[in-house]
């Protein structure tokens, strides 16, 4: 990832709209599926600046952070959250079977080798255990930001399915979020694709769809219409969003 756009993730995770409802929404259905369970020890890979931990540290009993930046893992550390990682997702430095939850939290599309990373997970997973997986949705949306936090791909629920299905993992859900406010989500993404063909740019490190600046009550009522979501997500699967939310289970 860019170190704007690292930048820009500390500055943002705790204020900005997308970041509040991607916990509210992940978190819900997490604990929605858990139902009680509490899971002993939790992997976050792909931590980064560990956004997701305070949350994970409230469902599980301990939790590792790992991403493959060192730089990233120092915020993490300043967060209190120790036995941080640096690992590749191709080989992950974790005994077979000694992990009841891993997280991956928009990790897998920065991945050449998505299938390689999910046969890594299936093995550190204990039998019972589970992975949760979270990706940007549809390829024809990729743009500029995709490009600056260096995505290799955008998914949709079949082939999310198929890479998961593939390792050896039973999908228990798999369900768009930001359903709400797809269809603006959508034509924003789909006008500036068009402008950006018509005038073409070289990449812009400096702008990503998190650089508009929002006054605070924005923020507030975005992040209530994305987590207005969550009492039917908890429920069902969705079948369109601007994003997917995955769990699966090892037998």
Same mark, same amino acid.
């Given at each position: ?7 820009q ?12 409802g ?18 002993r ?21 301990r ?32 005994a ?16 050449p080798?998505?299938? =390689? *990373?999910? @046969?890594?997970?299936? #093995?550190?997973? &204990? ?5 949760? /997986?979270?990706?940007?949705?549809? %390829?024809?949306?990729?743009?500029n930001?995709? =490009? *600056?936090? @260096?995505?290799?791909? #955008?998914?949709? &629920?079949?082939?999310?399915r198929?890479? /998961?299905?593939?390792?050896?993992? %039973? ?20 006008c500036v694709?068009? /402008? ?46 601007h ?9």
């Open positions: 990832m860019e170190a704007n756009a690292y930048r993730f500390r500055e943002l995770e705790r204020t900005h709209w997308w970041f509040r991607r916990r509210t929404v992940y978190f819900g259905i997490l604990r929605r599926q858990l139902n009680g369970e509490r899971p020890r939790i992997l976050d890979l792909g931590c980064g600046l560990g956004g997701f931990l305070d949350g994970l540290s409230e469902i599980g009993e939790v590792y952070p790992s991403d493959i930046s060192a730089e990233s893992l120092i915020f993490c550390r300043e967060r209190g959250h120790d036995g941080a990682v640096v690992s590749n997702g191709y080989k992950l430095p974790y077979n079977s000694s992990l009841d939850l891993v997280c991956l939290f928009d990790t897998i599309e920065h991945i080798d998505d299938a =390689r *990373v999910m @046969q890594e997970v299936e #093995r550190i997973l &204990r039998p019972g255990g589970r992975v949760l /997986i979270t990706v940007p949705a549809y %390829q024809f949306l990729y743009a930001n995709d =490009r *600056v936090a @260096q995505h290799c791909r #955008r998914y949709n &629920r079949h082939n999310l198929r890479v /998961i299905e593939q390792a050896g993992i %039973q999908v228990e859900r798999n369900t768009h979020s930001n359903i709400f406010l797809f269809p603006l989500i959508l034509s924003a993404v789909l694709k068009l /402008i950006e063909t018509i005038f073409p740019r070289k990449l812009d490190p400096e702008h990503t769809n998190l650089s508009w600046p929002l006054p605070s009550f924005v923020h507030g009522v975005l992040h209530a219409i994305f987590a207005a979501e969550l009492p039917f997500s908890r429920r069902f699967d969705w079948p369109v969003g994003s997917i939310c995955a769990i699966g289970r090892k037998p």
